[in-house]
């Protein structure tokens, strides 16, 4: 089946670090959603991308959609403690959304 | 997640016993969409519902689950005869149309958990 595969599974940083994450495709994807799920909640859409090169920014959040329509990133600028949760990108096809498995955020004391 | 509600938020069931969630969409969504979380991975898609008419069940398992969206009231999901593989979160999301560019607003989800 379709899979989207998100690096890094975990990330361990500190308070004002920036972070970044990636996510590829074996298939095209005609746009990319960015997700944050907090404990015992439901995903939130962060950033929608719906064009090729698109560059998008949400506050500290910028994502950008690859040229090959197969990849994306998430950039977190100068991060704060509710940052942590887990990030998901993910694509709609047909009438679905296909998720990835996360991106785990931590942020140390 | 204001607008998509989900009841109950937390579901314990004994083996054999039979679970129903319930999925209220935003006001003004008629499109409704469930999928299942199991710990540490993403969301994976069962099943599309339209007001009385299930549009895409490809991802549901064909035995002892079945989904539904009346013309009144809310979404159910039922799970019959549960098993322990059935425990995760169960997700419920809504939109306004089915289009790619219209985006699915999820509820906080049901954790079922089998005993």
């Known amino acids: 089946g379709q899979q989207l595969n998100q690096s890094p599974q975990s990330m361990f940083i500190q308070e004002g670090e920036d972070v970044s994450m990636n996510c590829t495709s074996s298939s095209i994807f005609n746009t990319w959603l960015w997700y944050k799920q907090d404990p015992g909640e439901g995903p939130v859409l962060l950033i929608a991308?719906?064009?090729?090169?698109e560059l998008t920014s949400n506050g500290r959040l910028t994502a950008q959609f690859g040229i090959t329509r197969k990849d994306s990133f998430l950039n977190i600028s100068a991060s704060i403690p509710s940052d942590v949760g887990i990030y998901f990108c993910a694509g709609p096809r047909d009438d679905k959304i296909i998720f990835g498995k996360g991106t785990r955020l931590h942020i140390l004391p | 997640n204001a607008g998509v509600m989900q009841n109950p938020r937390h579901l314990v069931r004994r083996r054999g016993q039979e679970a129903r969630l319930r999925c209220s969409p935003m006001?003004?969504?008629?499109?409704v969409y469930w999928y299942r979380q199991l710990p540490e991975e993403g969301l994976k898609f069962m099943v599309y519902l339209q007001k009385e008419n299930i549009i895409d069940e490809s991802g549901m398992p064909k035995e002892r689950f079945s989904a539904e969206f009346p013309k009144e009231g809310p979404s159910i999901l039922r799970i019959q005869q549960v098993v322990r593989g059935d425990s995760a979160a169960y997700f419920c999301?809504?939109?306004?149309?089915?289009?790619?560019?219209?985006?699915?607003?999820f509820g906080d989800g049901t954790r079922l958990s089998i005993l």
């Open positions: 006001k003004g969504h008629s499109h």
């Open positions: 999301a809504s939109s306004v149309t089915a289009s790619s560019n219209q985006p699915q607003h």
């Open positions: 991308l719906y064009k090729a090169g």
